[in-house]
């Protein structure tokens, strides 16, 4: 029964992609990263490991997690199709004229940033998943700031008329590197969806079909070739192994369905969403056990005190929080979701500004501050607002030297 539930749910949740790629016109749209990362963990690795293997949970446990997905997917769909964005959310003008000097200074500050991690582990330089996961604790401000700053360099770069496709391919290829030095496949598939999002929604490419197939075609290869490379000594008929192991979010979710006696009323995501926004620099004591990592203290105790990584447990931790009813908060947090990304996404077509983009980013499922816990919209606004004003307050130096004495305040008013 189990396999029935996952390939009903995968099927369902095919026919909102392809329904809502007819809608928008292409089928490189702003579910495409969530379609990418979905379809190989959640579902067909899922499949094939119930084809080979006998799953402990229970057809329950099954049924709640998978319809959670279908739900969830479906409710994103009729936000951003159905609700009209009102006009007072695209008055704000964030359109800026793009610098060389700031796109150069955040290239610059990424890689200082990153620097000091990159000398203490010379070593692993070949080997970045060491680096990885012997920074998961006491590194965050030079691991994740250094990311942060290197995606933003990338997004200014492609926003940069001035710049040609070889330069734009470039800085592509830079930020790939960068991110595969940070040792993180999550970070290399980010980097890609930056570009593959700017070109498909912010300039408004339309995909067809045929086009889509390759599309993803090319994303299974680069994808299967990045676990290859980035695992330490795995053969290559252990690959779907290993893959089938990335997929265990589901299985985890359904061990929580089926056992998780304790109901905890919102706490864990509460805690995920305070605690990981305090760097351990300014707080030593921060707990480990904060949020769902709670549960990983519980289920998972080994891999939990060697903090080298422990498995997750997906939207089971809504689960945990709120029981049955993580299937109504998960549906209406998305179908939030899908409003305000077709507000950013009505803004860039109105604007084509980096601003809006980066937020834009955040709402299709990629997380510029990859800090693993915490919903993150707040701080991708205000990463977006500090670029405006860093790029008028350029502008405005600019001016006042361009402009002859007692020009500016003309000028400026």
């Not at 809504?318 to 950013?344: E, M, P, R, W």
């Not at 109105?350 to 601003?355: E, H």
């Not at 670029?387 to 003309?410: D, H, N, V, W, Y």
Request: proline share 3%; with cysteine.
């Amino acid at each position: 029964m189990k396999i029935y539930i996952v390939l009903f749910s995968f099927l369902g949740f095919l026919g909102i992609y392809s329904w809502f790629s007819h809608k928008v016109g292409s089928w490189i749209n702003v579910l495409t990263l969530q379609l990418v990362l979905s379809v190989p963990t959640l579902y067909l690795a899922e499949l094939g490991y119930l084809s080979f293997f006998q799953a402990t949970g229970s057809d329950l446990g099954y049924f709640i997690i998978y319809f959670t997905y279908f739900s969830s997917a479906l409710a994103f769909a009729f936000g951003y199709l159905y609700i009209r964005i009102p006009e007072t959310a695209t008055r704000f003008n964030t359109s800026i004229k793009s610098s060389y000097l700031l796109i150069t200074a955040f290239l610059v500050g990424g890689i200082a940033l990153y620097w000091p991690i990159m000398r203490e582990f010379t070593d692993d330089l070949f080997n970045p998943r060491r680096i990885y996961t012997a920074t998961r604790t006491g590194y965050g401000l030079s691991y994740f700031g250094s990311m942060l700053l290197c995606y933003i360099f990338l997004v200014l770069t492609m926003f940069h008329d001035r710049i040609s496709r070889f330069g734009k391919l470039s800085a592509l290829a830079v930020t790939v590197v960068f991110a595969y030095l940070h040792g993180s496949k999550g970070q290399v598939i980010a980097a890609v969806f930056i570009w593959v999002t700017y070109h498909f929604v912010a300039r408004q490419r339309q995909i067809k079909l045929r086009g889509f197939l390759i599309f993803a075609a090319v994303t299974l290869l680069l994808g299967g070739s990045l676990f290859y490379f980035m695992l330490d000594s795995v053969e290559l008929n252990q690959l779907f192994a290993i893959v089938a192991g990335y997929a265990d979010y589901s299985r985890n979710a359904v061990m929580l369905v089926d056992t998780e006696t304790t109901t905890f009323f919102g706490r864990l995501t509460l805690e995920d969403n305070i605690y990981s926004r305090i760097p351990r620099a300014l707080f030593p004591d921060k707990p480990k056990d904060f949020g769902g990592f709670l549960l990983s203290m519980k289920y998972f105790p080994e891999a939990f005190l060697l903090d080298e990584g422990v498995p997750s447990f997906g939207i089971g931790i809504y689960y945990a929080d709120f029981s049955v009813f993580s299937i109504l908060f998960l549906a209406i947090c998305n179908f939030v979701g899908g409003i305000i990304t077709k507000c950013f996404v009505v803004r860039l077509s109105l604007y084509r500004s980096p601003v809006d983009f980066l937020v834009l980013l955040f709402m299709s499922g990629i997380t510029l501050l990859p800090i693993g816990s915490g919903y993150l919209l707040p701080e991708h606004v205000v990463i977006s607002l500090l670029l405006f004003m860093c790029f008028k307050i350029l502008s405005l130096r600019m001016t006042r030297r361009a402009l002859p004495s007692g020009q500016f305040e003309q000028a400026n008013q």
